[in-house]
Nanobody, 122 residues
Framework: VQLVESGGDLVQPGGSLRLSCAVSGYTYNRNCMAWFRQAPGKERGGVARIATGSGNTYYADSVQGRFTISQDNAKNTLYLQMNTLKSEDTALYYC?????????????????WGQGTQVTVS
């Protein structure tokens, strides 16, 4: 099982980025997948999650209306479209997968993690 993120970059406030997470060696459509982020000196926190079977989504209040999580089942890829970026969105962004039945942002319940991709808004 492997998750590989890409798409992080340096962007100006108000700009947009799309992060991708390629999933391999995994039964993609039987779990909850999420994007987390961690800024220096802060705890890792959930940003957005999707139930890959139903397509239901959930967003942290801080990104609601600006970020969109989506999936391409044919490509086994998870996306995070980030619009109207703010300096406080600067962080290392991770995608993570949790077993079927998980529907929260509890870090220990996510058993598979990518290596992270850096987003800097400045």
């Amino acid at each position: 099982v492997q998750l590989v993120e890409s798409g992080g970059d340096l962007v100006q406030p108000g700009g947009s980025l799309r992060l991708s997470c390629a999933v391999s060696g995994y039964t993609y459509n039987r779990n909850c997948m999420a994007w987390f982020r961690q800024a220096p000196g802060k705890e890792r926190g959930g940003v957005a999650r999707i139930a890959t079977g139903s397509g239901n989504t959930y967003y942290a209040d801080s990104v609601q209306g600006r970020f969109t999580i989506s999936q391409d089942n044919a490509k086994n890829t998870l996306y995070l479209q980030m619009n109207t970026l703010k300096s406080e969105d600067t962080a290392l962004y991770y995608c993570a997968a949790a077993p079927d039945g998980t529907w929260n942002f509890d870090v220990p319940e996510y058993t598979t993690w990518g290596q992270g991709t850096q987003v800097t808004v400045s």
